[in-house]
DNA sequence: TTGCAACTATACAGACCGGTATGTATTATT
DNA sequence: AATAATACATACCGGTCTGTATAGTTGCAA
């Protein structure tokens, strides 16, 4: 199952974290779920933070190549590209495990704006707005900068919506809003 | 300052959750900012979970009164009605006390479904979303509740969106989406 | 077979958590 | 002056937290 002790632990760690959050899971519950014990994991991660590091950056790699893998297959016109990413997102909020964005969960949990935590939450979040800048840009957006932000917020928007009422489609409702947003934005931008 | 201890009491234990966290914030630490004692908190408090409640229902009615007041203080035609509410919101982030919602924070706090917590967050957030689907019916809306879901998911999304990175102007970019959305849904609605 | 590294088992340190017990000072009411 | 309510002071409880120390076990390789 688990190539070895390190990502086995991590990846214990990772599905705790995620689903009853960071400063509700303690160490023990964590060794206990990976059926080993407090020397292993600390060998490889000196501290609570670092594994809660550790997780942040594999939940930050794996959504990023979900969104990028899903664009990918979805690709078709600019448009349909840009609303695939809000099709990736809809397929995450209805698994049964969906608890939230981990990054905006972590988030509220560490306030100190110095914390390594949000720090880690404010990349993530840049990086997926330049991915969607991205893809504005290359559909011919007006502002792709504008555009972006007001994509990101939609779905930030049906995220926490969708975690405190369930099965609201929320992330429909937002695609939309998307639609309408890029149309206007696609047909600003023609020259006359 | 403090008519009464309870009063007093929670007003401080308010401020703390709201700045530093639920879980982050002990009680001992609650007790030594206000100035009294643990057995006067706990006399008025049965338990922290009580205080942690307590706040959340005092935050709601802050917030709420908040917006329907600036929303009739900036009542005029319909559509700039239903923009007033992001004109509050805004005036919220800008602020440097500034530190997310309560309620999407607080959720994210405690993850388990049926906690307390998170059916005092939902109802807050089906409250909002019901108001805002009262100014989108009276503005004329083709469908309110659709608008209204949407202007409260940029809304949520403005809020993390700031949260995470200061000063971004989030909640003006996501008015500007909100002012076409509801363009659209008021020239659709529009008989022939 | 010996040796070594990885891993396990378990107990513990020290701090902090929410919550309680006991007793005292202050104030208002009667 | 007697009583009752309110708040304070302080010490304590059991439990849990992160992190460490010590010792035993396994498996593999030379």
Redesign the pocket.
């Known amino acids: 199952m688990a190539r ?2 390190q990502d086995h632990i991590l990846q214990t760690a990772s599905a705790l974290f995620y689903s009853q959050g960071i400063k509700a ?5 964590i060794v206990k779920a990976a ?6 994991l ?2 490889y991660f ?4 670092d594994l809660v590091l550790a997780h942040l950056s594999k939940s930050r790699d794996a959504m990023l190549n979900r969104i990028l893998a899903g664009v990918e297959l979805r690709a078709s016109e600019p448009k349909q590209t840009l609303l695939a990413v809000f099709a990736v997102f809809d397929e995450l909020l209805s698994s049964p495990e969906f608890r939230g964005c981990p990054f905006i969960n972590a988030s509220a949990e560490f306030a100190e704006a110095s914390n390594p935590v949000q720090l880690a939450a404010a990349e993530f979040s840049d990086t997926f707005r330049e991915i969607l800048a991205d893809l504005a840009r290359q559909a011919g957006a007006q502002d792709p900068e504008s555009l972006s932000q007001q994509l990101s917020m939609l779905i930030s928007g049906a995220i926490v919506s969708e975690q405190m009422r369930r099965q609201s489609g929320a992330m429909l409702t937002a695609a939309a809003a998307a639609s309408i947003l890029i149309e206007q934005s696609l047909s600003r931008a023609e020259p006359a």
Chains 1, 2 share one sequence.
Request: aromatic share 6%; glycine share 10%.
């Open positions: 070895n002790l899971t303690g160490v023990d519950a059926g080993t014990t407090k020397m292993s600390y060998k000196p501290s609570k933070d």
